[in-house]
């Protein structure tokens, strides 16, 4: 069965300073991969998405994230946090093949200091 | 702007009430979702709609009852919810739910108050 990990619940960030998030999955196989970010009170936003290829991904906002295998991760990053980015980070799994059911972790929340 | 229209965005009933949250595509997805997110947690999958059948029951309750109109339209009624049952219910759209190269687009959610 999919899973998927994100060890750090809360994360504080000074503005203009580097971020990374951490994710683990675990998959039998190369799975998708995705980052979504949700403002408080509203949906969840699609920030980078990872099928195959190059496996380091460029998202939307500055962030990008990379695929690592031998890791099962797939950490988001972004050189410059801007105090807008403050909001919870969902990263997501979803199967190669067959019905996409998504699994998606816990969700690590980004507060941003100034 | 999110390209998934949910509506209300907030709703606030009794137990005894009948009411419909409604979701609304126009990028001619052909798979719709129905998400119930508590505070902290993230989404937990309702339904899944395929081409407007119903593919997807994760074994919810049946005082939640879903309902695709046609190929734009998801709706979920509601009957007799119980207040373990307020929440946000987010709505979710795919190009096909069996290509996982195609990401779900959510929308902004109906926050459930049941009283």
């Known amino acids: 069965a999919q899973s998927v990990t994100q060890p750090d619940i809360h994360i504080t960030v000074s503005e203009g300073a580097s971020l990374e998030l951490r994710c683990n999955y675990s998959y039998g196989a190369t799975p998708y991969l995705f980052w979504y970010v949700q403002s408080p009170g509203q949906g969840l936003q699609l920030l980078l998405k990872y099928f195959s290829g190059d496996t380091l991904v460029q998202g939307i906002k500055g962030f990008e994230a990379e695929f690592k295998r031998s890791q099962s991760s797939f950490n988001l990053r972004k050189p410059s946090v801007h105090w807008s980015d403050a909001a919870e980070y969902f990263c997501a799994v979803g199967p190669n093949t067959g019905f996409q059911k998504l699994v998606f972790g816990t969700g690590t929340r980004l507060l941003v200091s100034p | 702007d999110t390209e998934v229209t949910q509506t209300p965005k907030h709703l606030v009933m009794g137990m005894t009430n009948k009411k419909s949250l409604k979701c609304e595509q126009h990028m001619g997805h052909r798979a719709m979702y129905w998400y119930k997110q508590k505070a902290k947690k993230p989404p937990e999958l309702m339904f899944v709609y395929s081409y407007e059948k119903l593919s997807i029951n994760e074994s919810v309750p049946s005082r939640f009852s879903p309902e695709c109109p046609n190929s734009s339209l998801l709706n979920l009624h509601l009957h007799a919810l119980q207040p373990e049952d307020s929440a946000l219910y987010l709505c979710?759209?795919?190009?096909?739910?069996?290509?996982?190269?195609?990401?779900?687009?959510f929308g902004d959610g109906t926050r459930l108050s049941i009283l």
């Open positions: 979710a759209s795919s190009q096909d739910s069996l290509r996982g190269n195609q990401p779900q687009h």
